[in-house]
């Protein structure tokens, strides 16, 4: 397995940026699959984006498209999140999440699809 750890996260004006970052040790893979999923008070954890590892093929939940981009630094190990014109309903704790799967045909949006996750980092948008 993989191990996770995300940080970056903190406090932000609504309108602000953040980038979160999540560091791979462990057995990693450049080709892994990698998501970031969130998780406020009372709500289930929710599909953000995903990388596709063999192809870098990207994906957004309706609710960041435009506003929120995906990356990965395969030399540092590292996915990042950056965060562009953050709302209140950004609020949440974030996590990073890996696969070994690279389907091109999977979606890669549901918490089961990943094998591996991280404790989470929290943001807060005030507003």
């Known amino acids: 397995q993989v191990q996770l750890v995300e940080s970056g996260g903190g406090l932000v004006q609504a309108g602000g940026s953040l980038r979160l970052s999540c560091a791979a040790s462990?057995?990693?893979?450049?080709?892994?699959?990698m998501g970031w999923f969130r998780q406020a008070p009372g709500k289930e954890r929710e599909f953000v984006t995903r990388?596709?590892?063999?192809?870098?093929?990207?994906y957004y939940a309706d609710s960041v498209k435009g506003r929120f981009t995906i990356s990965r630094d395969n030399a540092e190990n590292t996915v990042y999140l950056q965060m562009n014109s953050l709302k209140p309903e950004d609020s949440a704790r974030y996590y990073c999440?890996?696969?070994?799967?690279?389907?091109?045909?999977?979606?890669?949006?549901?918490?089961?699809?990943?094998?591996?996750w991280g404790q989470g980092t929290q943001v807060a948008v005030s507003s």
């Open positions: 462990g057995r990693t893979s450049s080709s892994y699959t």
């Open positions: 990388i596709i590892g063999t192809t870098g093929n990207t």
């Open positions: 999440a890996a696969t070994r799967s690279t389907w091109s045909w999977r979606s890669y949006t549901d918490i089961t699809d990943y094998d591996s």
